[in-house]
Structures are given as C-alpha cells and as structure tokens.
C-alpha cells in the first residue's frame, strides 16, 4: 500500500539543497545522461547525492513543474518523453512567439541592451567549437532572455520563459553537433535587429527554432 506523500512546505521547497538537487538533475536531463522515458527513482536519488528523500521529492516536483519530468500515481517520476505530434505542436507555437519576440525587438531597438546581447553572442561564438553543452544551452537561454528584455513585452516575456522550460527537453539533445550554426543564426537574427529591420528578424528567429528542432516549417 503506498504511503501518502507528505505536504511540503514553503521553506522545504525553496531550500538551497532542494535547489542544488534540482540544478543537478535538470543538468543530467538536459545533457542527454537521463534520456526520455528513464526512470526517476527517489530512493536511488537521494543515495547517489547524498541527501534524504524530501529534497528529491522537491526536486522532482519542480522538474515536473518545468516539464522536464512527469510524475504519475504509483509509477512515480520519469523523464518526460514526448510524442511525435506534441513535438510539433511545441516547435509551432515556439516559433511563432520567438518570431514576434525578434519582431518587436527590432521594433523597440533598444541600444544599451542590445550591446548586452553582443556580448553574448560573442561569448557563444566564441565557445561554440567547444561542445561544452551545458554552457552553450545556458548561453543560448541568455541570449534569448535578452532578445526577450529588448522586446520589452512582459506578457511575452513570461510566456516565452516558460514554454523554453518545457521545450528544453526536446531540444537540447539535437542541438548537441549544431553549435556553430545555432550561434550563426543568432547572429542573423542580432543583425537585423540592429538594422531595425523587423520582418527578417521574425523570419529568422522563426527558421531558427524550426532549423533546431530539425523540421520543415
């Protein structure tokens, strides 16, 4: 019979352990070392880190918040595994909203911030023959909170950030041999946006998402 899972509290799930577990395993699943489908198991998590079961069970609660677990009753957690039309479905709605996101970015051609954004692009650059994984998919979600930030659209804003969390999953183990293109496209899409030329920096931003997911638009 299994147990009632325990209510947590505010200060248990916003601890600085439950953060460490979960920065941990959001990077096992987005480097590909948990592939979709693995089993989550809490008891085994919790002895390989060296911590007790409520940090992981935060933990797993947050991932699942982010889209990057599913949890199910008596099944318990499990990286998420998309189907074929749910990856469509999340590659058409992230273009579309990229392509606005670069589209008022351009419109709004904020200087100051985007000379924030070049200096990313050059870090990304630079570091793209690397194939150091984790930094470029860092790097690549700083360079499109800052495309966001230029925008200056909250509502976008706040959507783009949490549809990045649940396609992370689906793009980071495809993204893993096109760094150097990945920066060369966000380089197109900076250059437009200097230009203040909105119509191809939605365009670009738009390819670039349907390029990653390696789809035909």
């Known amino acids: 019979m299994d147990l009632p899972i325990p209510e947590r509290t505010l200060g248990e799930s916003h601890s600085p352990l439950t953060r460490m577990v979960v920065d941990t395993l959001r990077d096992r699943i987005l480097s590909g070392a948990a592939a979709g489908g693995d089993r989550l198991v809490e008891g085994k998590l919790s002895e390989e880190l060296g911590v007790s079961r409520m940090p992981v069970r935060e933990a797993l609660r947050q991932l699942a918040s982010e889209g990057l677990v599913t949890i199910e009753p008596r099944r318990g957690a499990a990286v998420t595994q998309f189907s074929e039309e749910q990856v469509r479905e999340l590659v058409e709605v992230r273009a579309t909203l990229e392509g606005l996101n670069a589209k008022l970015a351009a419109k709004r051609h904020d200087a100051a911030k985007i000379e924030?954004?070049?200096?990313i692009l050059s870090e990304g650059v630079r570091l793209a023959e690397t194939g150091d994984t984790l930094t470029l998919m860092r790097l690549n979600q700083r360079f499109h909170d800052a495309l966001a930030n230029i925008a200056a659209n909250s509502v976008l804003r706040d959507i783009m950030r949490s549809l990045r969390d649940r396609t992370a999953l689906l793009f980071s183990p495809l993204n893993s041999g096109r760094g150097k293109q990945n920066w060369e496209e966000h380089a197109a899409i900076l250059r437009a946006v200097i230009d203040g030329d909105a119509e191809l920096a939605s365009l670009?931003?738009?390819?670039?998402?349907?390029?990653?997911?390696?789809?035909?638009?």
């Open 204 to 217: 670009l931003a738009t390819r670039h998402v349907y390029n990653a997911a390696q789809m035909q638009p």
């Open 116 to 119: 924030e954004l070049q200096s």
